[in-house]
T-cell receptor
Framework: AQKITQTQPGMFVQEKEAVTLDCTYD???????LFWYKQPSSGEMIFLIY??????QNATEGRYSLNFQKARKSANLVISASQLGDSAMYFC?????????????FGQGTELSVKP | AAGVIQSPRHLIKEKRETATLKCYPI?????VYWYQQGPGQDPQFLIS???????DKGSIPDRFSAQQFSDYHSELNMSSLELGDSALYFC??????????????FGPGTRLTVL
């Protein structure tokens, strides 16, 4: 069963506006971590932001913030003041504590296009 | 800062040939992960190593094998290549430490094309 779900295959946003990319997850493990990665057309995976399941506050990293709603099992990425360089594929990923190996489980991704 | 190094960056093989992908983790990182990302797909976990021992195994075909060497670099060996093996192969490394948060740093990937 898919543990990470990204329901938006593609999103468009106007330059300088904010955009929210959705991510829901499913786990019975009380300890887990949620990650967002950016994958430009060149292919590399760029780490953006992390949220731990016990973190009391939503994570923020520059223009990126994570809207973490634990009861709803959602971890949406908010990008403020979008830039043309933000156009890329965005993946939400999860790591569960009982997974000692530490592998990441990825969602299907959302392709973001920023329009000038 | 040093990053994860993967070689080669691009590889073209014929069906039924073999391929070896190499990964050099960030210095002092003790864990290496391999992921496969097919065209238009999300990355899928293949296998991981912690301190040179296999720590987890995902949906890795029996035709594939991997190991981590004494210098911590890792190699993914792929035999009897099939068209469906065409994908971007990522290596990632991390330092396990005591924190649950162990960011995985991804290499640039090896793009394998099987003809």
């Amino acid at each position: 069963a898919q543990k990470i779900t990204q329901t938006q295959p593609g999103m468009f946003v106007q330059e300088k506006e904010a955009v929210t990319l959705d991510c829901t997850y499913d786990t019975s493990d009380p300890s887990y971590g949620l990650f967002w990665y950016k994958q430009p057309s060149s292919g590399e995976m760029i780490f953006l932001i992390y949220q731990g399941s016990y973190d009391q506050q939503n994570a923020t990293e520059g223009r990126y913030s994570l809207n973490f709603q634990k009861a709803r099992k959602s971890a949406n990425l908010v990008i403020s003041a979008s830039q043309l360089g933000d156009s890329a594929m965005y993946f939400c990923a999860m790591r569960e504590a009982d997974n000692q190996g530490g592998k990441l489980i990825f969602g299907q991704g959302t392709e973001l296009s920023v329009k000038p | 800062a040093a990053g994860v190094i993967q070689s080669p960056r691009h590889l073209i093989k014929e069906k039924r040939e073999t391929a070896t992908l190499k990964c050099y983790p960030i210095p002092r990182h003790d864990t290496v992960y391999w992921y496969q990302q097919g065209p238009g797909q999300d990355p899928q976990f293949l296998i991981s190593f912690y301190e040179k021992m296999q720590s987890d195994k995902g949906s890795i075909p029996d035709r594939f094998s991997a190991q981590q060497f004494s210098d911590y670099h890792s190699e993914l060996n792929m035999s009897s290549l099939e068209l469906g093996d065409s994908a971007l192969y990522f290596c990632a490394s991390s330092s396990r430490g005591t924190s649950f948060y162990n960011e995985q740093f991804f290499g640039p990937g090896t793009r394998l094309t099987v003809l």
